[in-house]
């Protein structure tokens, strides 16, 4: 009697994540995270940049390769000071070290546009798992703050000004801590001038004349944001709680500073959590949800989340710069409607805000129940 051997597939879960459609699926493995190989998650070298479309066209062919793979790499030589990178980091650490009622001030609640400080465990961006261990405060575009284009957001065309969505009561209501301002906006200018060069070899790894997105960066997408991550407590371990849910990023790239302490982890197409370990001297790129779209799918955004473990507190400085669109040909015609990045990122904005409130609201009614 011949016996057959049955090799059991590895157990797995559906992972439910947010787009500005609603939600979608993902089966991802109970297997261990392992580390990522560096042909997934590549480093590409930037020198050159800054200097010539030639030089420009080689960076383009790593980052087709890293694009259309996992969409996530690394990059050196990019540029951006150490000392602006500490600068910021430390500055956020005297913010996040005040007392919550000094945070407050400039709580997102008071933002119309997703401004500000969101206290830690108050986001769910990923519904399967646990509420953000994180707390954050973010800041969005204005051309007040851009060196390029420093002007009134009256002096902007009409039909731009309804797409401005910084807010000046983040900069007012911490105004009290020292150089705050001028250290942060150091830092994302510093992001700003990277992503206008690096989306021009983007747009060469299209196959796009590398000026191609120039008109739609003059008044970009460019929102900032500061994480802090606390130590995870012995409860949250326990409850197997994240740092920062599964999701997708909203924009055209993101270039994401990461501390030493690592716990960033990306979902390979199989379903398995790899860890985007940090790299000295490097910025993670990844590519966002409305450059896949306006690539018909070419490039892929990658979901990806923050696990952290580590007996120490992390931090990262994501900066995610947006556009707006057009990336079709009669060969290769729209999968999608036309939408501009700011209503996409709007869309999805709204909806998480709304699920949000839906359960905590939820939460206030089981523990008034339980009370009684
Ligand atoms: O903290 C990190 O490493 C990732 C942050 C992130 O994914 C985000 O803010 O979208
Ligand atoms: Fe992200």
Redesign the pocket.
């Known amino acids: 009697m011949s016996t057959i051997t049955m090799t059991e597939a590895p157990s797995s879960y559906k992972l439910e994540l947010h787009t500005a459609y609603g939600p979608v699926f993902r089966d991802v493995l109970n297997t261990e995270p392992r580390d990522a190989t560096e042909e997934e998650v590549p480093i590409v070298d930037l020198d050159g940049l800054f200097t010539s479309t030639e030089s420009r066209k080689k960076i383009a062919q790593a980052v087709r390769t890293a694009g259309t793979n996992m969409g996530f790499f690394y990059i050196k030589n990019h540029g951006i000071d150490d000392q602006v990178i500490a600068k910021a980091k430390s500055q956020f650490l005297s913010f996040v070290q005040q007392d919550t009622k000094l945070k407050e001030k400039v709580s997102q609640d008071k933002s119309k546009y997703y401004n500000g400080w969101k206290a830690p465990r108050s986001t769910n961006i990923s519904r399967t798992e646990s509420v953000d261990v994180?707390e954050?405060f973010s800041w969005r575009y204005h051309p007040e703050n851009d060196p390029d284009h420093s002007q009134p957001l009256s002096s902007l065309p009409s039909e731009v000004q309804p797409w401005i969505r910084g807010e000046a009561f983040v900069w007012e209501g911490t105004s009290h801590i020292p150089n705050f301002k001028t250290d942060i906006l150091k830092y994302w200018k510093s992001c700003l001038q990277l992503a206008r060069h690096l989306v021009k070899v983007f747009a060469l790894s299209l196959d796009l004349p590398e000026d191609y997105f120039d008109s739609r960066t003059t008044f970009p997408g460019a929102d900032g944001?500061l994480?802090y991550?606390p130590v995870t407590t012995a409860e949250e371990t326990a409850a197997n709680s994240v740092?920062?849910g599964s999701?997708t990023?909203l924009q055209l790239f993101?270039l994401?500073w990461?501390d030493e302490v690592g716990?960033?982890q990306v979902l390979t197409k199989d379903g398995q959590w790899i860890k985007a370990k940090p790299r000295p001297g490097t910025f993670?790129v990844n590519i966002g949800d409305f450059m896949m779209r306006l690539s018909n799918d070419f490039f892929k955004s990658t979901v990806?989340?923050?696990y952290n473990r580590a007996p120490v507190e992390?931090v990262?400085m994501?900066f995610f710069f947006g556009v707006i669109p057009t990336c079709t040909s009669p060969e290769n015609p729209p999968k999608y409607e036309p939408i501009s990045c700011g209503d996409w990122c709007q869309l999805r904005f709204k909806l998480e805000a709304e699920r949000m409130a839906k359960m905590l609201a939820e939460r206030e009614t089981t523990t008034k129940l339980s009370a009684k």
């Open positions: 994180k954050s944001v994480n991550y740092g920062l999701h990023d993101t994401l990461q716990g960033l993670v990806h989340r923050v992390r990262s994501p």
